[in-house]
């Protein structure tokens, strides 16, 4: 079992930034990957950044260059820089976690609301 906890949304006007910050329940290390999705009134979920236990990342083509995913191991405690935000990156962001063993268990935390006003 993992429990995510978010912080860190709110309102900013176009062009400014904000960071998230997802605390997991464990050692992030135990956990496989770790990534931030965001979904967009009347759109589908989506993956916006993502970094695995062994650290490498990625990123979806609209974020890359603005958005940067990074991790505190010691405070169990993966981050989502944004930076040049747009009104198009207005959403509800979920930290997600993926354990896996003899399946694949992912994981939610409770959506964070990020509003760009332009």
């Known amino acids: 079992q993992v429990q995510l906890v978010e912080s860190g949304g709110g309102l900013v006007q176009a062009g400014g930034s904000l960071r998230l910050s997802c605390a997991a329940s464990?050692?992030?290390?135990?956990?496989?990957?770790m990534g931030w999705y965001r979904q967009a009134p009347g759109k589908q979920r989506e993956l916006v950044a993502s970094i695995t236990s062994g650290g490498s990342t990625n990123y979806e083509d609209s974020v890359k260059g603005r958005f940067t995913i990074s991790r505190d191991v010691a405070k169990n405690t993966v981050y989502l820089q944004m930076n040049s935000l747009q009104s198009e990156d207005t959403a509800v962001y979920y930290c997600?976690?993926?354990?896996?063993?003899?399946?694949?268990?992912?994981?939610w935390g409770q959506g964070i609301q990020v509003t760009v006003s332009s």
């Open positions: 464990r050692n992030i290390f135990s956990i496989n990957a």
């Open positions: 997600n976690a993926v354990v896996r063993s003899f399946k694949e268990y992912n994981y």
